[in-house]
């Protein structure tokens, strides 16, 4: 016989027999009285949802790749304890694909008038702030029969840092400016350095730094050193516009952009070097100014976590007259952005004199890898074709540089794998070269 409704609710979840339906609830109840009974003691000793007081506490803050562990505390002031299962709802891109139902879920019991916490891991797939939603809790009787359902909202925001990949170089590069610095046997002159100290002349030694005063008072030949300047100012320019959005890879360009901003930054203030950063498309994204050295990189790291490209043509104009305002001084301009013939041709070229003619220029551009290797393929008439296609890509990005270079601009053309420390290198021998 088939049962619905309140009869058929009770068939299902009891094991004493329903017998003749009756269509009464009075009829059900006397029937199922022992069910009922229990149902109602269930739903009554299960712990309210609305009472319960839920706070967050845990990490503010990780790196792309890492994990983020946020610890969730549950105070059960009722006379009843808690026995739960309760969700912990994060923004999308807050785990790996697949993951998010074991780690989002908990179950956890906590006695009246006491607390109990429970951890959930994140792990993020991009960078930015990821917004807890909601906490979802069903609350069980002592026989599981009934239960007590409801959400509270309980904020807290983890902000995904880019990963910094590129460190791994510093240590390398850090070698190479001690030994522009003077700190070691090689050193420099030029015309942006500054006079260290006096040494020994050894053979090899350029002899326009030999010093024939301090010579003529000592029985040996004296050499002046030379160090670099430091307190010169670095603008870090990133171009927001549509051109970063194109993906090399996994990720971005502008993530390839920041990874090497984030090492030359770190780079130039150990070697006591000003960094700002300006991040543009039509308007300000983002912009830091006036740190110390010891807190620059963080500051830029912050800064840069809640950066994504937009899907707009850069103002190269609006971008040159924010960028003159913020370096009125002789700078080194470090500029991230495409080297496609269209938004260098009719976006950057005409407004170039201005910056160039008072600051150093520095372009940085992320090329792709892609490229090179279908230029190089073999084989059949697709791949032929593939490579000629990749061969007039590589001419016209070659002739657009050329173009730059005319204009005393400098350079970096590299894959986001070689494009930070390529950078690295090129502020490095411009420093030694004293042009910044």
Not at 154 to 162: A, D, E, G
Request: glycine share 6%; charged share 25%.
């Amino acid at each position: 016989m088939a049962f619905t409704g309140r009869a058929a609710l009770l068939a299902a979840l009891g094991s004493v027999p329903i017998g003749i339906w009756d269509p009464s609830w009075t009829g059900i109840l006397a029937v199922n009285a022992p069910l009922a009974a229990a149902c109602a003691c269930d739903f009554a000793l299960a712990a309210p949802v609305r009472r319960l007081r839920l706070t967050r506490s845990g990490d503010t803050s990780t790196r792309l790749g890492d994990a983020a562990d946020v610890t969730l505390t549950i105070s059960n002031p009722s006379n009843r304890p808690l026995r739960a299962q309760l969700r912990d709802a994060w923004t999308p891109s807050s785990w790996q694909p697949g993951t998010e139902t074991a780690a989002s879920r908990h179950r956890t019991t906590v006695p009246a008038g006491e607390r109990r916490r429970v951890t959930t891991r994140l792990r993020p797939t991009r960078r930015g702030d990821r917004q807890a939603d909601r906490v979802t809790i069903r609350s069980y009787g002592p026989l599981g029969l009934f239960t007590r359902q409801g959400s509270h909202k309980v904020p807290w925001t983890v902000r995904v840092l880019p990963p910094f990949t590129s460190r791994k170089h510093l240590p390398s590069k850090l070698s190479r400016l001690r030994e522009l610095d003077g700190r070691t046997s090689v050193l420099t002159r030029g015309e942006g350095t500054e006079f260290d100290s006096l040494r020994e002349y050894v053979p090899g030694d350029d002899t326009r730094s030999i010093d024939w005063r301090a010579t003529a008072r000592q029985s040996t030949v004296a050499v002046r050193t030379w160090r670099p300047e430091r307190d010169r100012h670095l603008l870090l320019v990133l171009d927001t516009g549509r051109t970063s959005a194109g993906r090399v890879g996994d990720a971005p360009r502008l993530d390839a952009s920041m990874d090497a901003a984030l090492l030359l930054a770190a780079l130039a203030s150990r070697a006591g070097d000003r960094v700002d950063l300006l991040a543009y498309d039509r308007r300000v994204r983002a912009l830091v100014q006036g740190r110390t050295a010891g807190d620059v990189l963080p500051s830029l790291v912050n800064a840069m976590a809640t950066l994504e490209p937009e899907l707009v043509e850069t103002d190269a104009r609006g971008l040159t007259a924010t960028t003159l305002r913020s370096a009125p001084r002789r700078s080194l301009l470090v500029l991230f952005t495409t080297l496609d013939a269209a938004p260098i041709e009719e976006g950057l070229l005409p407004v170039l004199p201005q910056l160039t003619q008072r600051h150093t220029v520095l372009l940085a551009s992320v090329a792709d890898p892609h490229v090179a290797r279908m230029a190089k393929a073999r084989g059949n008439t697709e791949s032929v074709y593939k490579a000629a296609s990749a061969a007039q890509a590589q001419t016209e990005r070659q002739r657009t540089a050329d173009q730059l270079r005319r204009h005393g601009v400098t350079i970096v053309d590299a894959t986001p794998d070689e494009l930070a420390p390529a950078l690295a290198d090129a502020y490095l021998e411009l420093k030694a070269a004293g042009r910044l």
